[in-house]
Every structure is written in structure tokens, then in C-alpha cells.
């Protein structure tokens, strides 16, 4: 089976791509360093979809990079809904902080600039949905600290937990992001306080809804 000609079908049979993260995803590639970390299309869409379905009335993203996986969540946000981001890297800010400032839901994203292990305390909030697509090396830690800060009946969203098959082979488990990836996998499969499901989309989509 072609691949891409697959991804070329599937593009052709969902929502089109609005305008505004059409061209902030052509900025990622050709400004960015690793644009590939940029949700993009389909799994924008999906995003989009799923806040949609969960209706949150806050949520928290780790992770920011170019801003398009917060565009998407806010552009399915309900009225009321405010969605706190998180990068690390403070040389991204002046990239991101005007693509998130042209969005029509701009004055409900707010973007924070710093370590999440310290700044997730600081906002004193419960979450209904957490995305996580920050370092995988600290995944495990990531999902430690934000678990008391979802709501019962809330989800974390976990990105690339497949990690482009580097699970499953024993040549790609020494690196430290493969090995953060696998102990975090570890992790939510023996916690029985939450429901899970690995989706196989792009590079991996774990699905975990707070019991």
C-alpha cells in the first residue's frame, strides 16, 4: 500500500484546512527547526473534533511549538472555554505568540512561557482535557503532574506515543526520548484510575479519560 498516496486520500475526504493554519504550517517548514512536530491536517481536525465532543470548560496544553495543535483545540473550544499553553523554549515566543494573536479565538488563548513542572501548580486551574506533546523524555513526569489537575471524567490526550515505531524496535529503545515514550506507555497501561486507548494516527495518539 502507497503511503503517501493514502495521506493524499484521506486529506481529500475530511474538512479542508483553514486558510490561517494553511499558512502558519507552511511558516513551520520553512522557518522552524524540526517542523514535523506541527500537528497538521488530519490530526488538526481531529483535535478540533474531539474538543468538540468533550465540550471542556478549560484546557491545557504542553507543549505550544508553532502554535497550530492550540489554533485547532481553540477553534472547537464551546463558548466559555479557555485553553492555557506551555512551551519551554523561550526563542519560540516570537514566532508563536503572533500566529496564536491572529486567531478569531485569540482572547481565550493564553500562552505561558516556562517549565510546566513549575508553571501547571502556579495556575491554580482544573483541566477537562490535557494535550500533551512536549519532551518525551519527561512524558511520565508530564502526566504525574497534571493527572491531580483533571477533572473526574476528563481526558489527557498524549502525542507520539508510538514514536515512529521506535517502540517495538530493540535497535531505537536506547535513546532517551524512546525510552521516556516506553516508560510513560508502561505507566498509563498499569494505572487503573484511567480508561486508555493507543490510536494509530501519525506517530501514535493515546486517548485517557480520569475515571
Known sequence: MNDEL??????????????????????????????????????????????????????????TFSGYSAICMAEGMPEGCELHTIEV????????????????????????IGDA?????QLGEQFDLVYMDAD???????YRLVLPYVTTGGYIIADNTLWDGHVIDPHHQHDAQTQGILRFNDLVAKDDTVEKVILPLRDGLTLIRKK
Open 6 to 63: 493514502l495521506d493524499d486520500y484521506i486529506l481529500a475526504h475530511i474538512d479542508p484546512e483553514p486558510p490561517l493554519l494553511h499558512s502558519l504550517y507552511r511558516a513551520t517548514q520553512l522557518h522552524l527547526l524540526y517542523p514535523r512536530m506541527a500537528s497538521g491536517h488530519l490530526q488538526g481536525r481531529l483535535l478540533k473534533m474531539l474538543v468538540e465532543m468533550i465540550r471542556p470548560r478549560r484546557i491545557l496544553e504542553l507543549g
Open 89 to 112: 523554549n523561550d526563542e519560540q515566543e516570537p514566532f508563536t505568540r503572533p500566529w496564536l494573536e491572529r486567531s478569531p479565538h485569540a482572547d481565550r488563548i493564553h500562552l505561558h
Open 136 to 142: 518525551k523524555r519527561r512524558y511520565d513526569d508530564f
Open 117 to 121: 513542572l513549575e508553571l501547571v501548580p
